[in-house]
Nanobody, 120 residues
Framework: QVQLVESGGGSVQTGGSLRLSCAVS????????MAWFRQAPGKEREGVAA??????TYADSVKGRFTLSLDSTKNTLYLQMNSLKPEDTAMYYCAADRANWLLLPKYTYWGQGTQVTVSS
């Protein structure tokens, strides 16, 4: 059974940075397509970044500010978030699937989420 555990969320001011981590257990992340999503209160879950390990796709709202990366030695996915804005405030989730859903929220495996709050 694949398990995903996110960490690294917190509260920052506008313009600040955070790095989220997603530790993968039960299987190698190289067996899956991986992605980051976020969901703000009252809004639908939104794809932020997705990778097939060769190409990473970003939502327009985060291009140039967020960077997805992978560490094979730690079996961990990261999301470096720079120049954060209040509209980035949301619960952030890591997701995995053997199918490539890109930024669609159809992934099979999900973490529990980590909260990111950006104040103005």
């Amino acid at each position: 059974q694949v398990q995903l555990v996110e960490s690294g969320g917190g509260s920052v001011q506008t313009g600040g940075s955070l790095r989220l981590s997603c530790a993968v257990s039960g299987a190698s992340y190289s067996s899956f397509y991986m992605a980051w999503f976020r969901q703000a209160p009252g809004k639908e879950r939104e794809g932020v970044a997705a990778t097939d390990r060769r190409v990473t796709t970003y939502a327009d709202s985060v291009k140039g500010r967020f960077t997805l990366s992978l560490d094979s030695t730690k079996n961990t996915l990261y999301l470096q978030m720079n120049s954060l804005k209040p509209e980035d405030t949301a619960m952030y989730y890591c997701a995995a699937d053997r199918a490539n859903w890109l930024l669609l929220p159809k992934y099979t495996y999900w973490g529990q989420g980590t909260q990111v709050t950006v104040s103005s």
